[in-house]
């Protein structure tokens, strides 16, 4: 179990007359908040391996579709299913208390990027 | 299993002496199409679901990042993290087949939106 401390205790300064406890105090509050820090951190590496594993194969799945509409002369953008894919994910970022704002930005810097190999994939053939 | 068909199949003109059963071949091309189609939307939608609930639970972390620093006077930027981040991220990204260079983009992104948040934070405690 984590001990939650008081705000503000281990960036305090020391008064003079409680001197020596007090250094003592604060090593153990930087000993508490670098251990932290360090569990934290790598429960965000984590999450970051999964998110970069999750966006490859994401991007393998949009270069299929991407092929499947160049094989079968479908139209490259489709207004409707992005409106959809929009709403969708703000219902479910609301759900998971993320901003819906920002997983609408999300999906926009993906979708950029998807666009991007788009044309790659569109110029190579062409050349 | 999924049988990939000839390209641009379902794209030609039908020619005229055997119009009828191209029409007919178009139309199993264009079912085909866009079974194929909803099935790799299916994953994408999937996939895309499993990024916002990894991004709200990142986003619950380097909250509790930003208000450890600020409890115990750590400062708010450390740039040896983030090379080590960004470092580490391009090698998961390479060992995928992403492209580094959008991973090191992605992690900036989401970087930009946490200086974000730590900022309202820092702000809301000012006020």
Redesign the interface.
Known sequence: MIVR?A?????QSCPGIVRLGCVEQNRD??TY?FQ??RE??G???N????????????????E??GE???????PPADES?ETE?VA??RV??ED???DPA??EK??A?IVA?VIRRHERIAESRDS
């Open positions: 401390r705000p503000g205790r281990g960036a509050d930087n908040a932290r820090l934290l951190r429960s965000i590496d999450i970051d391996a999964s998110l970069v594993h999750l966006l490859a194969e994401r991007f393998k799945l949009t299929r579709v499947l509409k160049a094989d079968h002369g479908l299913r894919q969708r994910l479910l970022a998971s208390h993320l920002f997983a999300f999906l810097f990027e």
